[in-house]
Every structure is written in C-alpha cells, then in structure tokens.
C-alpha cells in the first residue's frame, strides 16, 4: 500500500511538471495608465496670512483722540524724565546752599554721640524734608497728572494714604540703606563706592526677595484665584516650565488705576504668580494667558537674577561717578556748604543730587537693560501658551499709558518695554512661522 501510494504521487509530480513546462514561461501582467493628481491644501482661514498686515492692521484699531491721547501721556514723560532729575538737583542745591543739611547733621550729633546711629536720624529727617519738598511735583505726577489722563481711579485721600505707606517703607529702607553704606565710607574711605555698590545691590536683592510677601500687601488685598478653567490653565503652564508655583492670586488694583498688569515676583521660596483685577475683568483668557505667558517668562529665563547683575555694573559705574564729582563739589564748595568730608551725612544731599544727574545720563542704557529682558520675555511666553493674537490684543491693552508707534530712537532712549509695534510684530512673526500646526490654523484670525 505505502509503495502504491508513493508512486501515485511521484506520478501526479510528473504530470504537473510535464504540464508546466509544455505551457513555457509566465506571460507578463497587462498593465493599465494611472493619472496622477495634486490635491488642493486643505482651505484655512489664516491663508494668506502677511505678518507685517496683521501687525498694521492691529495698531489701526487703536485711532483719532485714543491714539493721540497715548502718544501724549507717553512723550509727556520723556519731559518728566529731565525735570525729576533737575527737579531733585535743586532740591538738593537748596538744603547745601542754605546750610540745612549742616543744621541737621548738627541735630543728629546732639542727640547721640554714635556716628552710626546719627546717620539714620539724618536719613530720617533729610527724606522728610525732601519729600515734602518735592511734594508739588509728585503731586502732579501721580495724581493729577493720572486724573487728567483717565487712569487713575482714586480720590485725593486715598491716593495720599497709600502715599503715606509707601513714604513710611522709603524711610525705613533708606534709613537702613545709607546706615550701612555710611559705616562702609567711614571702613574704607578710598574705596566705599566699590564696596558701597555691593552693598546696595544686596539690598536690591533682599527688597526682590521679601516685596511679594511684605511689601506689596500693603498696598493691595492678595486672594488666590478662583478655581476653574483659566486658574487651571495657567498652573499647567507654570509647572509645565519649572515654576514653583502651587496658586495664582489675584490684587485689587483696580481701587487705584484703570491699567491692567500681572508678574511673577520673589526669589528663594517667595515666587507668586499674581495678576490684577483689571486683566481679570477687561480681558480675555486667552489674552490673560498671554500676560502670564511672558511673566513666567521672566522667572525661567533668570531675569531677575540678570536684572540685578546688570543694572548692579550700572550701579557700580554710578557709584565711581558719585564718588568723582563729590570731591570735585566739595573742594569748591565744601567749606560754603559745611560739608567735611564724604563720610559727612551732611553731604548725602550732594550724592542724590549726581546719582540723579549720572541716571538722567544713563536713561538710554538703563531703558535697553529692561526692554532686552521684555522682548526675551515675550518671545519665550508666546511660544509657551501658544497665543499670538492674545499677545497682539493685550499689547494694544497697553497703549492706554504706552505710546504703540515710536521711531526707532524714541524707544531705544526712552522705553523701558519694547513698544507696541514691536510686541505685535514679534506675535505675528512667530505666527507666520506656525501657520501649519493645527492650533494655530484654526485658532483666531488676525486683522489683514
């Protein structure tokens, strides 16, 4: 049986073989033409999109008596920044010249022997009298001047009190400030402006670290935000780039001004994200993200730390500038004025009056420190929540107090911030460059 069968299948084997090769090679499939189309792009909205367009369209939004009434309130300042700093020469010129300063060191040393602890009471009674001397310009400036602007939100007694707190913190501070920087002149005379200048960029950062938790509450009421989408949002966002930060809060503001603002504020243990209530309640939270955006911006890119860095060469530069023209003065007019020496307190009107003069200079350098650390600010809060046309909005927001549109020179010597223009620039340049990533084609369209 097993021989049969095998030989069945050898012979089934043959007869496939045989038919196989009797029908000869394998005939070639037929083939047929195969059109090849281009489909169109899917259709977007954002096509045709020109980022210097939606930059233009934007800033014609803000037109007539509103964008006249911004460029005013703005170049109206590039005068204030001259007269503060004359304003404050003369003050000082008028307690040399008619010897007050000398009468109040005078005072201070009858009450105590300590040359240290006659300085702060010199401090004291010098910032009163410089206060109160200045008064009618800071009256103007912060108050009337506001008013007449439709900023400000206060009435005369409110705006005084919150005044009298900030004058009180001022005395404490320059009362510890200039204790410690005269005991520094008195220690190395040559050079207290190098040792000085530390010692007040220390204090600097000291103020930075301890003003979210005891400083600022003095002036506004802090309360976290309340919970829902945008709060949620905003702490994905901030853990999302390393901020340790576990609540936003939330200021009052608007108690006295119109202007909308946020930060994200402190060093070492005291970081607080905060906006105030005008960005609550005039914005949108995709325009209020955009805000926080760029705050959280600041605190990861190490803007305070670098801040601090370079307005402290700015600082140390001052302090060589101060200590030069101070003995220039006072080998002129030192004994007309009765002040002794550089560790005399009787001669801290003389260093106000040039680090005044060497910051009125310093003015463009200053503005280009900050307005460098903004524009990075911006770039790194519109990549991170990813709202271009948020960004765009929220800038126009500004315009109430911030000129949109300067020449070139105008914002390089006088903003602090870059301007207007070139914030919605720099939205709708990262715009263009995102146009094919799915939330941003079908996200807002801007203005063309």
């Not at 409110?158 to 004058?167: A, L």
């Not at 609550?280 to 939270?285: D, G, H, I, Q």
Request: charged letters at 15%.
């Amino acid at each position: 049986m097993r021989l049969g069968f095998a030989a069945a299948c050898a012979a089934i084997l043959l007869l496939t073989c045989g038919l196989a090769a009797a029908q000869g090679a394998p005939a070639a499939a037929p083939t047929a033409t195969v059109a090849v189309h281009t489909l169109a792009p899917p259709t977007s909205p954002q096509q045709g999109f020109d980022a210097m367009k939606a930059t233009n369209a934007y800033l014609a939004e803000v037109k007539g008596a509103a964008r006249a009434k911004s460029d005013s309130y703005f170049e109206g300042g590039y005068v204030l920044i001259l007269v503060d700093a004359l304003y404050a020469v003369i003050v000082s010129g008028i307690i040399l010249w008619l010897r007050i300063s000398a009468r109040m060191r005078d005072f201070a040393r009858s009450i105590t022997r300590s040359r240290f602890w006659q300085v702060p009471i010199y401090v004291v009674l010098y910032t009163i009298l410089a206060a109160a001397m200045s008064f009618p310009l800071t009256v103007y400036e912060a108050f009337f001047r506001e008013h007449q602007y439709g900023l400000s939100n206060q009435n005369f007694l409110q705006w005084f009190g919150d005044f009298g707190i900030g004058f009180g913190v001022n005395i404490v501070a320059f009362a510890i400030l200039f204790s410690v920087i005269y005991a520094v002149i008195r220690a190395t005379p040559k050079n207290w402006w190098v040792w000085g200048s530390l010692v007040t960029i220390g204090f600097l950062a000291i103020a930075i670290i301890i003003s979210p938790v005891f400083i600022a509450p003095l002036f506004n009421h802090y309360t976290p935000l309340k919970e829902g989408p945008l709060k949620s949002e905003i702490l994905s966002v901030a853990r999302s780039e390393g901020i340790p930060a576990t609540n936003v809060y939330e200021f009052d503001a608007s108690r006295q001004t119109k202007r909308v603002s946020a930060n994200v504020s402190g060093l070492f243990g005291t970081t607080r994200i905060s906006m105030n209530d005008n960005l609550l309640n005039r914005c949108t939270p995709d325009m209020i993200v955009a805000v926080l955006g760029h705050e959280m911006g600041h605190y990861v890119l190490n803007h305070v730390i670098l801040l601090i860095t370079w307005n402290g060469l700015l600082i140390f530069v001052g302090f060589a500038f101060v200590n030069w023209g101070f003995r220039v003065l006072t080998g002129i007019f030192g004994g007309i004025w009765d002040v002794r020496g550089i560790d005399d307190p009787a001669g801290l009107p003389v260093i106000m009056a040039l680090f005044s003069i060497f910051m009125l200079l310093a003015t463009p350098i200053s503005n280009t420190i900050t307005r460098t650390t903004e524009a990075q600010a911006d770039i790194f809060g519109i990549n991170a929540v990813r709202q271009p046309d948020g960004f765009a909005k929220s800038a126009l927001m500004l315009s109430e107090y911030r000129k949109l549109d300067p020449t070139p020179l105008e914002e390089f010597v006088f903003f602090d911030h870059p301007s207007g223009r070139t914030r919605i620039f720099t939205a709708m340049r990262w715009k263009a460059e995102h146009l094919n990533d799915s939330d941003i084609r079908n996200g807002p369209v801007s203005p063309q």
